[in-house]
């Protein structure tokens, strides 16, 4: 199973932007669709992006024209460019692999340690 370590949240203003990284131990061309998941305190874990070993993407409703998912090959690695933060982006977010068959919406519930990122107003 690939294993996957998030990076690069932190704290910023609203308006600012974050790129988050997923690093992944084996190939990501291997790997059906990576996605990016956040959970706000008191919230429950929520769908942001996905990106498919195609390269094809899917976004929330609420981040289009915000954020854009990404990746090198070469590392391995998806990214999350965050733009145009908001306080409501405040979360833990984290990256996930979904098999062919695993719901996007509901997926396995094996996470990650996740980045913290908080949007200050």
């Known amino acids: 199973q690939v294993q996957l370590v998030e990076s690069g949240g932190g704290l910023v203003q609203a308006g600012e932007s974050l790129r988050l990284s997923c690093a992944a131990s084996?190939?990501?061309?291997?790997?059906?669709?990576l996605g990016w998941y956040r959970q706000g305190r008191g919230s429950q874990r929520e769908f942001v992006a996905y990106?498919?070993?195609?390269?094809?993407?899917n976004y929330a409703d609420f981040v289009k024209g915000r954020f854009t998912i990404s990746r090198d090959t070469a590392k391995n690695t998806v990214f999350l460019q965050m733009n145009n933060l908001k306080p409501e982006d405040t979360a833990v977010y984290y990256c996930?692999?979904?098999?062919?068959?695993?719901?996007?919406?509901?997926?396995?519930?094996?996470w990650g340690q996740g980045t913290q990122v908080t949007v200050s107003s």
């Open positions: 084996e190939s990501i061309l291997r790997v059906t669709r």
């Open positions: 996930k692999a979904l098999g062919r068959s695993d719901s996007v919406y509901n997926p396995p519930d094996n």
């Open positions: 990106i498919t070993s195609g390269g094809s993407t």
